[in-house]
């Protein structure tokens, strides 16, 4: 009896709510019985809420780990779709189980491997992901006519200040004013405004008369009174529409230093204000009140002593090696002149609810880590052997290390004992001990496992052609340095 995982996914609260994923599960159990798989009852892996527009998922993480790990034979699931809403995952999926030799089954799904089966899977893949870009499609449309009409159940949720009420067959839905929090947003506009504090200053207050914030167990933080200040509602314009999704551009330390390339692929930026949807709502301040809070956080984003417009040699480099934080730079005004700091992020107690999470205290005055920076930055240039000594042991490394090299050494002899399948199926053929419809049956699956080997090997090829450009800065770099001491010593 073949051992087997059991995959069902839901990506709704609706849906969990009709019990669906219990009807796949179900299903799946008994198709597992009529099939003869044992399925381990840890080995039923439900993913509750998630998207099939991801791959990262637990109970999936798990069936590709089991799969890796060679404990299973089998994975099932109800249909391609609930492996994933995009094509080109359910192939990457189906093929990466296929190379750890386990076999994926779906209830609602042809049973076969003929090419005339694996082309309805695929057709399959393709509806669904057309499906799910029309829904999306649709629910932004419906979104923004729901808006333009002036319907609040388009955001979110509510702010701070309000509660959100359901839409009945009597009333659409509404924010109603919660009178408590709502004297507390009125109450930070005024020391804002009127009584001239800062953000950190209100913050500290607000935290220490006990005041709730919306979550109850969290405390208030400047992030949030600053939020609190510009959010338009509370003049009684709530906004819909002021972001937008596009490719993330920004990096996060921590994650550079673990080797992460970045955290998500996308991430949201403002749209320009034109765009933004006003929908009425009560409000809570006054125009004037709202209109003089903005224009202070203006002039104070310009004339903060923590905006760093000079910038420093090292500035956004420097990371702390106990926690990864990075070193922001700080300064203080002694009677001759001003002194800037770098200090860790982490020691900061004021920037998490549990305190500091990091024991360095240490302040690194900015001109004297500048000066050491830079003097090995020169030493660098005056001596490229060393740079080019560095680059090489990098390369060499990246070449004995690489994860791609042994996948490609196993795709090659895969390909090759591909290769000698179909030789053998045609040798056989002519000499008469297979028949033309045994040919025609079994040729397409090697034929097409062949295709898709080679796909995969033109991918890698291809990654190999991008980390070429580790040689090429080696020869950029000759030419550079030249050109920059040259300059360095005519500046001198």
């Known amino acids: 009896m073949r051992m087997a995982a059991i995959y069902a996914r839901v990506s709704s ?10 009807s796949q599960t179900a299903s799946l159990i008994e198709f597992a019985k009529s099939h003869d798989l044992e399925v381990p009852r840890e080995w039923v892996f439900e993913d509750e809420g998630y998207s099939g527009a991801t791959l990262d998922r637990p109970g999936l993480e798990r069936v590709r780990d089991l799969a890796a790990e060679g404990q299973i034979q089998v994975v099932l699931a109800y249909a391609p779709d609930r492996l994933s809403r995009k094509y080109a995952y359910q192939i990457l999926l189906l093929e990466e189980f296929a190379r750890h030799g386990v076999e994926t089954l779906f209830v ?26 029309q829904i999306l499609e649709r629910s932004r449309r419906g979104k923004r006519h729901r808006a333009h009409l002036g319907e ?21 839905a509404a924010y109603m004013v919660d009178e408590a929090e709502a ?4 109450r930070v506009y005024d020391m804002y405004t009127v009584d001239g504090l800062s953000i950190g200053e209100i913050t500290r207050r607000l935290n220490a008369e006990g005041i709730p914030t919306r979550k109850r167990s969290a405390r208030w933080e400047r992030s949030t009174v600053w939020g609190v200040l510009r959010n338009s509602a509370y003049r009684g314009v709530a906004c819909f529409g002021k972001t937008r999704i596009s490719a993330r551009t920004r990096v996060m330390r921590p994650q550079r230093r673990r080797g992460v390339t970045t955290p998500s692929t996308t991430a949201g930026h403002e749209r320009p204000r034109e765009e933004w949807i006003e929908i009425p709502v009560p409000a809570l301040v006054t125009e004037e009140s709202f209109a003089r809070a903005q224009e202070l956080l203006q002039e104070n984003k310009i004339r903060s002593r923590r905006r760093t417009i000079a910038p420093s040699v090292v500035q956004g480099l420097v990371s702390c090696a106990k926690c990864g934080y990075a070193f922001s730079r700080t300064s203080t005004q002694t009677s001759a002149r001003k002194i800037h700091y770098y200090k860790c992020i982490g020691s900061d107690s004021w920037r998490k609810l549990g305190g500091p999470v990091c024991d360095n205290g240490r302040f690194v005055r900015q001109e004297l880590l500048d000066q050491i920076v830079w003097a090995e930055v020169i030493r660098l240039l005056e001596e490229p052997a060393l740079i080019q000594q560095e680059l090489d042991r990098r390369l060499a490394a990246a070449r004995s290390s690489d994860p791609t090299r042994k996948h490609e050494q196993s795709l090659q002899r895969e390909l090759t004992h591909v290769g000698k399948g179909i030789e053998r199926l045609l040798n056989a053929y002519q000499e008469g001990l297979l028949s033309i419809e045994q040919l025609r049956e079994r040729m397409p699956v090697l034929r097409q496992r062949q295709h898709t080997l080679r796909a995969e090997l033109q991918a890698i ?8 450009a580790f040689l090429r800065l080696a020869e950029t770099l000759t030419a550079f340095l030249p050109c920059s001491l040259a300059q360095r010593c005519g500046n001198a």
Do not use: C, H
């Open 152 to 172: 609040v159940s388009v955001m979110s949720g509510s702010p701070y200040g309000y509660r959100y009420v359901r839409k009945t067959d009597e009333a659409p």
């Open 461 to 468: 090829a291809d990654q190999t052609k991008d980390r070429a």
């Open 183 to 186: 004297r507390v947003v009125q």
């Open 13 to 22: 609260e609706q849906q969990r709510e009709e019990n669906t994923i219990a």
């Open 108 to 133: 609602k799904s042809p049973q076969g491997d003929s090419a005339e089966d694996q082309l309805l899977v695929q057709f399959q893949g393709m509806i669904a992901e057309y499906e799910r870009a």
